[in-house]
């Protein structure tokens, strides 16, 4: 059975710091392109970053400079560490596996605020 399990989501500060960390099982994790989506209610998912299993990396224009993201294919995990935080990042935040099938996690709430 596939799942992707986020965690990390919570309360920060604007200029704040969170790491987010998706733990994954069911799939042979290292062949697939990873994602974190982000969503605010009555808007699309957007794309924040992807990595790919030969640790190519995208990220969103609003994003770059201030969010990493990585995997540990020996862990299953992908993790993006999100700095200098700001109040529209808030949102929930969804992990992504894709390949010949693609897989999300059930979401974790980022909310940016003072």
């Known amino acids: 059975q596939v799942q992707l399990v986020e965690s990390g989501g919570g309360l920060v500060q604007p200029g704040g710091s969170l790491r987010l960390s998706c733990a994954a099982s069911?799939?042979?994790?290292?062949?697939?392109?990873m994602g974190w989506y982000r969503q605010v209610p009555g808007k699309e998912r957007e794309l924040v970053a992807s990595?790919?299993?030969?640790?190519?990396?995208i990220y969103a224009d609003s994003v770059k400079g201030r969010f990493t993201i990585s995997r540990d294919n020996a862990k299953n995990t992908v993790y993006l560490q999100m700095n200098s935080l700001k109040p529209e990042d808030t949102a929930v935040y969804y992990c992504n596996a894709r390949l010949d099938y693609t897989y999300w996690g059930q979401g974790t709430q980022v909310t940016v605020s003072s």
């Open positions: 069911g799939f042979i994790f290292s062949d697939y392109r």
């Open positions: 990595i790919t299993s030969r640790i190519s990396t």
